[in-house]
C-alpha cells in the first residue's frame, strides 16, 4: 500500500527554535508538497517540489524552507518558530500520469500537529 | 471569488438519508478533479476521482459539469460512517506547474445520525 510517513504526529517546541519536519514517500512519486491546516483556513500550500533539488513557493512560504535532497524526503523547516505557526501539518505526495498529463490525486501523511509556545 | 467553493453545512441527516453536496471552481482550464474525506484531526484521504462522464463507486456518485464549472458528489443510504467533512479538489490547470498542484475546498461537513 501506498505510504507517506510523517516523522512525528506530535510536536511542541518553543519560540525561536529551528524546527525540522520530514516526510518520506515510497511510491516513486515525482511531486511532495507541504501543506499547513487551521479550522476556517481550510489546507495552504506552502511549498512543494516537482524533483530532486526543485522546490516552489506556495501561497504562504513566509517563515519557512524546504529541502528535498532524495525523491522520497521532502523536509519542511521553521527557521525560528513563532506562535502563529502552531497548526497541522501535511505532507503529500503526487504523481502525473503519462496519458494528458491527469493528475492522481495525493495521498497524504497522517499529520503533525504543531504546538508552538 | 474563491477558486473552489463549497457550502460549509454542517449537513444532519438521518441514517439511511440521500445527500447531495456541490462545489463550483473558477478555473476553466482546470483537468482533475477529485472528493476527498477528511474525519476529523485525520488527514484527507481520496473518496473518488470525478470523470467528465460521471462515475460511481457503490453508494457514491460524482458528476462534473464543466459548462458550469459545477462538480457534485451523492451519498445513497448514508451510514454513520459516512460522518465526515467532504472536500472538493480541482488541478489547478494546464501547464506542468498548475497541473501538479490541487486546489482544495474548505469542505461540508456531513454528520449522519441514528
Known amino acids: 500500500d501506498v505510504k507517506v510517513t510523517q516523522s512525528s504526529r506530535y510536536l511542541v517546541k518553543r519560540t525561536g527554535e529551528k524546527v525540522f519536519l520530514e516526510c518520506v514517500q515510497d511510491?516513486?512519486?515525482?511531486?511532495m508538497f507541504w501543506y499547513r491546516q487551521d479550522p476556517g483556513l481550510g489546507l495552504r500550500l506552502i511549498y512543494f517540489?516537482?524533483?530532486?533539488?526543485?522546490?516552489e513557493k506556495g501561497d504562504i512560504p513566509e517563515g519557512y524552507s524546504v529541502s528535498r535532497e532524495k525523491k522520497e524526503r521532502f523536509s519542511l523547516i521553521l527557521e525560528s518558530a513563532s506562535t502563529n505557526q502552531t497548526s497541522m501539518y501535511l505532507c503529500?505526495?503526487?504523481?502525473?500520469?503519462?496519458?494528458?498529463?491527469?493528475?492522481?490525486?495525493?495521498?497524504f501523511g497522517s499529520g503533525t500537529r504543531l504546538t508552538v509556545v | 471569488r474563491k477558486e473552489v467553493e463549497q457550502d460549509p453545512g454542517p449537513f444532519n441527516v438521518p441514517e439511511g438519508a440521500t445527500v447531495a453536496f456541490n462545489c463550483t471552481y473558477s478555473n476553466s482550464a482546470s483537468q482533475s478533479f477529485f472528493w476527498y474525506r477528511q474525519d476529523c484531526r485525520k488527514e484527507p484521504k481520496l473518496l473518488m476521482s470525478?470523470?467528465?462522464?460521471?462515475n460511481e463507486d457503490g453508494r457514491f456518485t460524482a458528476q462534473l459539469n464543466r459548462a458550469s464549472q459545477y462538480i457534485s458528489l451523492l451519498i445513497r443510504d448514508s451510514k454513520l460512517s459516512d460522518s465526515a467533512t467532504y472536500l472538493c479538489?480541482?488541478?489547478?490547470?494546464?501547464?506542468?506547474?498548475?497541473?501538479?498542484?490541487?486546489?482544495w475546498g474548505l469542505g461540508t461537513s456531513l454528520a449522519v445520525n441514528p
Open positions: 470525478v470523470y467528465s462522464s460521471g
Open positions: 479538489v480541482v488541478n489547478g490547470g494546464i501547464g506542468a506547474g498548475n497541473n501538479r498542484k490541487l486546489i
Open positions: 503529500a505526495s503526487s504523481s502525473i500520469l503519462p496519458d494528458r498529463g491527469r493528475n492522481y490525486g495525493y495521498t
Open positions: 511510491m516513486d512519486h515525482e511531486n
Open positions: 517540489s516537482y524533483d530532486v533539488k526543485m522546490k
